[in-house]
């Protein structure tokens, strides 16, 4: 399965009118992109709300969604929602801000891509098999595992909590090894894409490790 990554300067959260109908209009063309090269989904960060606060912000990005479905209702792409370490401003570091935008649109082409790096910061603790069952168990709870349709694998740089998106190696990290087996081993049909620094040839690194998690 193959998918994108939308701009990381789109905000659909934004409250400057410019500003938003711009990353409107970009996450339309990524769509359409998408639709148009065969590709099953693509993530976005969902915004940062800055001055407006959480449920204007989350409004914004709500709007935002069902403007982009409608200029492309003849596409089935969905969009994924990552959700975020809850730095500044920026929304969906909660599973319940993701609910209710998802909620908010209701379309069967919004979904969520989990990100470890990103839930362990905003206080997600996944470092044990019962901890991150208990994680998994709340985002079936609140979002729905149906709804889930990519994962990040990223081990954190970051302290539980600190709200640091600060991605590590596999195992070289906050995180280590746990949370990554629970996932090679429980998600298997989910596709997986890992986002770390690329020097000295990590992504094989990486992808050994992971592959040795493998029951």
């Not at 709007?63 to 500044?88: C, F």
């Not at 991605?167 to 746990?178: F, T, V």
Request: some cysteine.
């Amino acid at each position: 399965m193959i998918f994108s990554h939308a701009s990381y300067l789109i905000n659909l959260a934004s409250n400057d009118d410019t500003l938003w109908e711009c990353s409107v209009r970009a996450l339309i063309g990524e769509v359409q992109r998408c639709h148009d090269l065969g590709l099953d989904f693509t993530i976005v960060h969902p915004g940062s709300a800055k001055e407006l606060g959480e449920q204007k912000g989350i409004k914004k990005i709500v709007m935002a969604l069902k403007t982009t479905l409608h200029a492309t209702k003849d596409s089935t792409v969905k969009i994924l929602l990552e959700n975020t370490a809850g730095q500044g401003t920026c929304i969906g570091y909660r599973f319940e801000h993701l609910k209710q935008i998802i909620d908010g649109v209701n379309s069967s082409r919004i979904g969520v891509c989990f990100d470890t790096c990103h839930a362990f910061a905003a206080g997600y603790d996944i470092r044990t098999k019962c901890g991150f069952e208990t994680t998994m168990e709340e985002l079936d709870n609140i979002v729905g595992l149906k709804n889930l349709h990519a994962i990040h694998m990223n081990d954190s740089r970051g302290a539980l909590g600190s709200n640091l998106d600060r991605h590590e190696h596999i195992g070289n990290g906050k995180l280590g090894l746990e949370p990554f087996r629970q996932i090679m081993n429980t998600f298997t049909h989910i596709p997986k894409v890992i986002e770390t620094p690329k020097k000295d040839n990590m992504d094989v690194v990486n992808l050994e490790i992971l592959r040795g998690l493998i029951h």
